[in-house]
């Protein structure tokens, strides 16, 4: 009976040896020829630039005449004119001023502070410059917007605050035209300034309704293009857009995407963070500005000179309410013009924090902004060695069959299990995301996870597979459902302000609070299995007019679910999902507007050293040196996606857009690409950068803290820095 | 109706791709898609990348020729061509002085020709700019009242000049060197009304249909013309010397501008600025690009108007809206794809590189069909078959299969033969048994047994169908010979075959989309169709005294459909050994089948009615008419329902909205 038995197991391991050295279709990896980028698209907006204006930056704009000091903290100081409400910050270290408005000498044609082609200001707009806040406002359905100066006849009082901790003044402002009543705070505290508006200070005693309000707009203002400096936005991975006088048009976006509940849409990437920056005199002066409350219904504006003023100005707008189209009937002819009932009750804290000499650049910026999430206890830093690999597998899909579905495997248990064996002879960890791996296929069947499908294989087979030390990850969508699945009730859909169920295509988006009761029911279900939670579709964030939830409230809900798993991992960034302990799908180009000037690794920087980011998967990569070095570039790990059966069969499936993914096709590629990206980064792994210089169009310096020194030479020519030679389309380590 | 519009929707959606949540993640602005199994658009890696810009201080310039590494652009708002050199980055003035330069063209020996709108003129310049000819109206009388207003100029071999010219109705305007007039060369066609082709027929005259002119062109390294024109189909046509199209495109867009390359390869441009590149055989290889919603984006357009090539196969489109040129480069991907069709055009069949295509792409149309190709060169029809299904490339398919069956017949003839003896004489053998020693005694027992069954004797009258059809048919009238039952039976078979045919038939003579098959669906549509006949016909031929009672055409016309049901299967099964030399087979049989059923039907009708023919002949044209105005009816009734819905869920809503506000 014993021989009979161990010949059997022979017989069966025999069928799975087979297929793994029966390479039938032999992939020989043709070496492709790497094609540099041209000269024209290194020095676009697609990579950093080379800094040339390297003039010292002096403000002649702004001075503290009239200006009452109220105090200093750290190295700031603080100074307030009580007629207009307008403040200047003086950073004591550079002896540089920062100031909310500006003088108007300019405007005398004589001024050696004119310049040709100055649109100038009338009265009116002098008023306008000197305001703290613009107000906008519905009558009726109509938006008008007023400042504290439009008419004169706006009232405000202000004392003074000085405390040890907090030096500045609180204000109360009422506005005439609009009745329009509020409480504004501007104050530096140890950390930096900080300007405040309380949502329950804001009354609104007339008829008319706040639609927004512009928090100091001309903070922080460069005159056309006198002051050599940048501002810094989140779009994307990161962008700058100089002062250079050239830009014809302004920048706005809003923050962590559009809302769905407004019917809004896009299709450029999300301005990612709840920050920007200004530079005034690269590698002299700056400041970053985080949103502490109040992002998400944020919008994000930079107004160029020449565009309507004079002036670069970046500034915040607040949102509070906004119009939008009642469709009448079913096929929409007949609508009417509304303005949303309800203000969005979000407080405004804004915070700004001073950087000068090396710090006053986006490097700068971006580890100040670690700083605060290193406070916070979002990051953590990490520890030295190789750098892990990722991989996504699809474990099978839906066809649809004779009648109804049926759900087909792409991988079985058994196979992922002998990948990892190959895998981890050359890597040593692996994080590896399971799709698709419960019993309705990996689309359509979100949010109704029962149990693992039995189409990949055994429960045996499944338990062998989980028994890795290798991480893995299940997948859960519990936002955007399938409308023909299971898992939900229809009194579950967030609905949108014209009262239209919130949906994308096929899927439906759920309200917060029942999806994070969903998650925590399904992670008890499967919790004995040890594994840790992707959770997907968490960067979509709208406003509920079911249940009157605000994109603020229903980031608070996001971040409970990620404490609702021991392990987390999330895809596609954005500021309040980096709690999560594995990030895929880092950004790592803008939205690539033609008034940007450089694309700059804002984001992947604020996580390098502190947390496992991944780019997409490099199945997708169409110049694949090109990437890979930009993934070195930018400290991001790599990730692929893999299947056992070939792509082809995922046509006509809800997964037809991952037109390659064969393991056994992808195999060597994988490894060799680990290899590429992990022979730089494991150097550095739980380092940050010190310096990061473009020493020329398309080749780039990172200089690390532990001393490292990475050279990324993107061009299709060799670069020299001394005499160390980097050659076209490679990297160095210099240790 | 939710359902409807849902499934409506998604279908709509399939086809055009919508981008709500937009490309979180590439490097371009823009999805690239290529051809996929079943002529599906699939995505695909990023082809060309955009690289950046030039600026030259142009105004609505609206044509670019680039030979060399130098652009030549036709900056037409400031009535110059400008010259700039890739390599060195210096933009210099090549000419001014001109009234509406809007076509620019080089030729091998870098002469410059320019098509001026507004000079009405083609002007000729060589390589330092003095000018060498200036071709006005041709003076020839065959070239008549055609206007000569040149927009843009190619040269072929030997000097000849093509000049698209607008309103130039007759086509292109072909002149040799010296500016004669040599004829039209590939005019449109024009496409002519039903009204049109009767007033043909009966030679009647008629209003004359002008065809549109064509747009812009391009010529390739031998020769060949290809034209975009602004036509409701074929808009981008190849033609041989004979001004004869040999190819022809057609997509939703309108073609502005076209390139074609070193290896024949088409490059396309539309007014939407989505870029197409087609091969040497018209197969799709990449779409991508799109217009700017408002932001200015890298690699979107305002309003493209040209193409240019660089000897890398780089894009260079010039966009009259932003005034510059925008650069798309090359990807390795796309590199890898003109290498191996490079191979092709040399009659080389490279295996690795189609394999690496594969690889990066598993879906890639033109990677499976040219390794489908290189297999069967290489012998290996059974490889050959899948790629070529994969491909949905059904021309090869039935190559490879001939191929196959070739082989097996070969192998196996002998012992095919050797069975169908043995069958043969088997059967032989037993019926002499059977003869001898009664052995189908107990079959025949069975049998008579089963006739002792009334809905048996009903359903065997079908094989009486075949014989007597007459008799048949006035054994149903008159003796009751069969029954309501087996006539919804004998409905549900027929019903059940079709469904059968349209899955089981082989892959070469199938154009059903299995994929997106829905069961229900046909089952209705066939249903229903019967229902409709015999309904629309009882009620006519009650009108038309017809004999016939409502059961006598219910039974009969199932009767009718015996060939199909009976045949089909047959035929079915027989696709899966026929390859297309032998397709004619197949589709004779299958007219001779329902030509059979559609004659039965005829027949049917006159016997159970008892018409003459002309009143026969009334009756099927009545019928025929019922049959569309109950469905015209039908879905009358369905729309008003629909609105009906509508405004009574519309003042639902208003009061609701209201009484909120």
Known sequence: MRAFKLTITLVLSLFLIVPFSNTQNNYDLVVREAIAPKESSLTSSKYTQVETDLRVATNPFIDTLDYHLVGSLGDLS????????????????????????????????????????DFGANESWKKRFSSPLIINYYQET???????????????????????????????????LSKIELELMVYLDLEGLHIEIPASSIKEKGSVKLSSIQVYPFFGAVKRDRIPGYTFIPDGTGALMRYDDQKRSSYTKRYYGPDLGLNYETNEKFLTLNTFGVVQGINQNAFLTVIDSGASHAILTFSPSLVGTD????FITY?????????????????????QKNKNEIDIKQSYYFLNGEDANYLGMAKKYQSLLIEDGVLKRQEEGNIPLHLDVLMSESKKAFIGRKVFPMTTYNYLNEVIKELEQEIDKLIITLYGWQNGGYSYSAPNYQRFTKVSGSKEQLKELLKTEHDIYLEMDVIKVYHNSKGYKKSEIAQSIGQELINEDDYFYLKPASALKKLTTLEKRFSNYGEGIMLSSLDTIYSDFATETTREEQIAIIKEMLDVSDKTMISEPLGYLLKADVILNTEMYSSLQT????????????LMGYKDAFSRNANFFSNTVNELL?????????????????????????????????????KEAIISEYHFVNDALRFVKDATLNKREILAPGFVKNSYDNGVIIYINYSGKSHYDGDILIEPTSYEVIL | MKKLTILFTTLFLLIIPIVIKGDVNTSAPYKTYTTGPSNKLIETQTAYEPAGNIKLNLRNPEDIYLKDEIIYIADTGNKEIIKYDLNLNIRTVFKTGFNEPTGVHVDENDQVYVADKGAKSIFIYDKEGNLIKQIERPKEPIFGNAPF???????????????????????????????????FFGANDTKMTLMQRLAKLFNVKSSKNIPVSPLNVAIDDK????????TEDKKLKKFNIASETILTLHEEENFNALLINDFNNIYALTTEGVIYEYDSFGQLIFKFGGKDTGTRRLGLFVNPVALALDKDNNIYVLDKGLSEIQILQKSEFTALIHEGLEAFKDGIYDLEKWDEVLRMNGMFGLANSAIARAEFRNHNYDNSLSYYKIANDKAGYSEAFWQLRYNFLQANMLIIIIVVIGLVVGFKALKFADGKWQIYAPLRKGKAKLNKFKLVRELKLILNIFRHPLDTFYEIKKEKKSSYLAATIIYISFIVVMIFSDYVTAFLFNNNDLQNYNLLRTFLLLAGLLILFVGANYLVSSLQSGEGFFKDIYLSTAYALAPIIVFTPFLVLLTHGLTYNESFIYSSLQSITIAWSLILVIVMLKEVHNYTIKELIINILLTLFAMVMIVVILALLYLLTNQLYEYVMGILKEVFVYARV
């Open chain 2, 149 to 183: 207003v040149p927009l843009k100029v190619v040269t072929g071999p030997r000097g000849v000049i093509y000049v698209v010219g607008d309103g130039s109705t007759g086509g292109l305007i072909q002149l040799n060197q010296s500016g004669e007039f040599q004829g």
């Open chain 1, 630 to 666: 930009r993934m070195i570039d930018y400290h991001l790990y790599p990730s692929f996606i893999i299947t056992e059966k070939a792509s082809h069969h995922l046509l006509n499936t809800g997964s037809e857009n991952i037109y390659t993914s064969e393991y056994q096709s992808w």
């Open chain 1, 142 to 176: 109509n938006l008008r917007d007023e400042h504290l100066f439009s008419n004169g006849l706006s009232d405000f009082e202000s004392e003074l605050i000085v405390a040890a901790d907090k030096v500045g003044f609180q204000a109360k402002l009422d506005f005439y």
């Open chain 1, 319 to 339: 949102t509070y309410r906004t119009d939008y189209t009642q469709y009448l009937n079913q096929s929409k002819t007949s609508s009417i013009k509304l303005v």
């Open chain 2, 223 to 230: 020769g060949s013309l290809y034209t975009v024109s602004l």
């Open chain 1, 311 to 314: 002036f670069n100005h970046t």
């Open chain 1, 78 to 117: 603080f100074y307030f004119k009580e007629e207009d409400l307008s403040f200047r910050i003086k950073d004591n270290k550079s002896d540089y001023l920062w100031g909310s408005s500006f003088n108007f000498d300019y405007l005398d044609e004589n001024s050696p502070l004119h310049d040709e082609g």
């Open chain 1, 595 to 606: 008034k940007f000037d450089d694309t700059v690794p804002f984001l992947p920087l604020v």
